[in-house]
T-cell receptor, first 111, second 116 residues
Framework: EAQVTQNPRYLITVTGKKLTVTCSQN?????MSWYRQDPGLGLRQIYY???????DKGDVPEGYKVSRKEKRNFPLILESPSPNQTSLYFC??????????FGPGTRLTVL | DQQVKQNSPSLSVQEGRISILNCDYT??????FLWYKKYPAEGPTFLIS?????DKNEDGRFTVFLNKSAKHLSLHIVPSQPGDSAVYFC???????????????FGTGTRLQVTL
């Protein structure tokens, strides 16, 4: 089954404790992206990757890191999480260009 | 600055009637537009898209209209069904620019409730 998977689905952590949210797709898509969804703000892009070893900032990259060492994986790293990073996070992938397929989301709470 | 705007946060429509969801954009360089549907606890799923060379695209009960001069697009759902109750996001991209192909800019979403 074609899908984008994210782990974990739910995470509660404390300020400053490094965390990684994994994202994996099995559709051989070149393009992968991370978004956060916040009330009243819709979906905002954090980082995106056009292919392996090619990443670029989206609209709200501060406080986040990404890497794209393999085509199928695109982890999101929060080196020192803060409460303003409490949000619902989505990973997405697509061919270039093309409709994006989204993962199920990761709800992160930073205390 | 919000480049893609959905000014109605919510909409309630009776089953069987038409639902019209609206979206405005400010960047005239956008050349590809999409609608996504999102149920609670799930990721957004693609619904329908339209290229800027067209003014209408239809897929079953869903039709998207694009008015480039007004920088406005709308999604029509006819007839509306209870299963259509979800949050709908419009999105825009610059497909003609290979440097940013597939980079989507989303609106804030409209929650549609279809009542019996």
């Amino acid at each position: 089954e074609a899908q984008v998977t994210q782990n974990p689905r739910y995470l509660i952590t404390v300020t400053g404790k490094k965390l990684t949210v994994t994202c994996s797709q099995n559709m051989n898509h070149e393009y992968m992206s991370w978004y956060r969804q916040d009330p009243g703000l819709g979906l905002r892009q954090i980082y995106y990757s056009m292919n392996v070893e090619v990443t670029d900032k989206g609209d709200v990259p501060e406080g986040y890191k990404v890497s794209r060492k393999e085509k199928r994986n695109f982890p999101l790293i929060l080196e020192s999480p803060s409460p303003n990073q409490t949000s619902l996070y989505f990973c997405a992938s697509s061919f270039i260009p093309g409709e994006q397929f989204f993962g199920p989301g990761t709800r992160l709470t930073v205390l | 600055d919000q480049q893609v705007k959905q000014n109605s946060p919510s909409l309630s429509v009776q089953e069987g009637r038409i639902s019209i969801l609206n979206c405005d954009y400010t960047n005239s360089m956008f050349d590809y537009f999409l609608w996504y549907k999102k149920y609670p606890a799930e990721g957004p799923t693609f619904l329908i898209s339209i290229s800027s060379i067209k003014d209408k695209n239809e897929d079953g009960r869903f039709t998207v209209f694009l008015n480039k001069s007004a920088k406005h697009l709308s999604l029509h759902i006819v007839p509306s069904q209870p299963g259509d109750s979800a949050v709908y996001f419009c999105a825009a991209s610059l497909e003609g620019n290979t440097g940013t192909a597939s980079k989507l800019t989303f609106g804030t979403g409209t929650r549609l409730q279809v009542t019996l």
